[in-house]
């Protein structure tokens, strides 16, 4: 991750100081050596040390240093600091008081001066985001320590993370926020328990009201109270180290948690409602974590990775049971039967409620998994196998044991279709055949109260249904036809949502758009109902961004 984590202070004498720094340094690209040149090495290292000691010491001139007190100091200035190598990327983590270039210097100062002073959250202490393109951006936590000598008995400290990208930093924020609380949490409870100790040997309240005060005696005092390092008021020999681990484990954890991708084009809206619900789950982790007192980040780390890829290929799981499996839509079409089948995609299309009902949890989850192809990600909740029966809010493809009976108000409702997995009749003469054979083992009976003929419409079912039957074009084709005729769909779908929706157009004008967007002729009503249907999963990214775009234009206009 291109950041800096600094720990800055707010000194009683000083004001704000950068106390502890820590920075990634990315290895240079391999070039070809040139003659005359030294190979790369230790010595390198050694001079980068050397570098550093060389930039500390310039940055603590004579004047700095006298401007200085043991609370604004952290390493001394012949320390040549910590280094930390990752042995994977070759990347170099190091940490002294200030950066070792002066760009940095500037760029830290400000944000450290800004994280405590102007820019701070309501009540003072907790997070907050700020920054520009020049100086970069900077997410800061604000946090209070206890000290039994600072004026109102604790200091004031922040965490800055200085980065120059604005999105990457924004969306780093829950994981930085969750891993910098339990830094901020393990320094406060040790700086706690030793408060508690001196308050226990000198109550300093007492001492304090007790006290003479005026005003020749009273710089002196506050000039012996200020200069507490933050180890004396933890207790905590190693502290710097134990925080150049902490802030180089967060730099690499951060980095390596997001990836960019390239993507041709405009993200699909399938793309974006699974950003979304990705980043949903990610969020109720943490507040789980947060509410069990946390989970160690490797176990935590591994959950996530396994929720997005089961998310993101929810057949995966099905793929390893044993059994039978539906292979493809058109494969699924050739065991139901071309009419059965139309019947099952229309109420597939139309948004009603899908149940399927047998023994074979491979099968009904296999069967969904090619049946979700028919429909945009955000109109898809699924049930995969339960022992009882969910409600259509909660789920529109659901998976039932063959024992669990299907509610009245259910069966005799018309926006509902049961399929129902039966074994095959087996005769005497009956031989053992392939465990793919699903015709073999299986029979399936759908029922459904609709009495509307599905023959006609929408027109997106005609033109798969046509895709299907042509056996010229293989399953791969077939898929990618499917995909472009979603997404022309999806545009109608755009175009109405924008008219009807947030233009608030009538009746009249609904029905001129539909006409030419191709929804009216024979199956009207099917492809209106579809679109309808349609726009529920519309993300939440695009209903956003439409609606802040047109109120932007009432603004334009207005003025």
Known sequence: MNALVALCHFCELHGPRTLFCTEALHPPSPSPPQPGTAIPGDR???????????????????????????GCRSLPVSHPGFVSVDNETGIRFLSHQHPRQPQLFSVVRQACVRSLSCEVCPGREGPIFFGDEQHGFVFSHTFFIKDSLARGFQRWYSIVVVAMDRIYLINSW?????????????????????????????????????????????????SGNAARSLPSLTQHPNLWASLHSSFSWLLKACGSRLTEKLLEGAPTEDTLVLIERQTEQEEEMIGWEGAEGGASLSQHSQSETELGRDFLCEGGKGD??????????????????????????????????VIWRGADPSLIQSAFTVLKALLPVGCVRSVPYSSQYEEAYRCNFLGLSPDVPIPVHVSSSEFSVLVDVV??????????????????????????????????????????????????????????????????????????????KVDGRGREDTQKVLGLLGATGPGEEDNVRLLKFWMTGLSKTYKSHLMTAVRGGERTVSQ
């Open 174 to 222: 829950p994981f930085l926020l969750r891993h910098l609380r339990l830094t901020i949490q393990s320094l406060q409870s040790t700086a706690l328990k030793v408060f508690d100790s001196e308050q226990c040997v000198c109550p300093q309240r007492a001492v304090r009201m007790n006290s003479a005060f005026s005003p020749a005696v009273f710089p002196h005092q506050r």
């Open 423 to 500: 074994n095959a009749e087996r005769g005497s003469l009956y031989t053992a055949v392939c465990d793919d054979d699903i015709l073999s083992l299986y029979q399936f009976n759908i029922s459904s109260a609709s009495t509307q003929p599905t023959d006609r419409g929408p027109t997106l079912l005609n033109k798969v249904e046509v895709a299907l039957s042509n056996e010229n074009l293989s399953v791969e084709v077939v898929s990618h036809c499917l995909l472009c005729l979603k997404e022309e769909w999806m545009n109608k779908v755009k175009v109405l949502f924008k008219f009807s």
């Open 44 to 70: 390198d290292r050694e001079g980068d040390r050397e570098g550093e000691g060389l930039t500390m010491r310039a940055n603590s001139s004579a004047t700095q240093r006298a401007d200085m007190c043991e």
């Open 320 to 353: 390893e049971l044993p059994g039978p499996k539906f292979k493809s839509l058109r494969h699924l079409r050739q065991v139901l039967g071309a009419t059965e089948f139309r019947q099952l995609a229309w109420h597939v299309l139309m948004g009603n409620q």
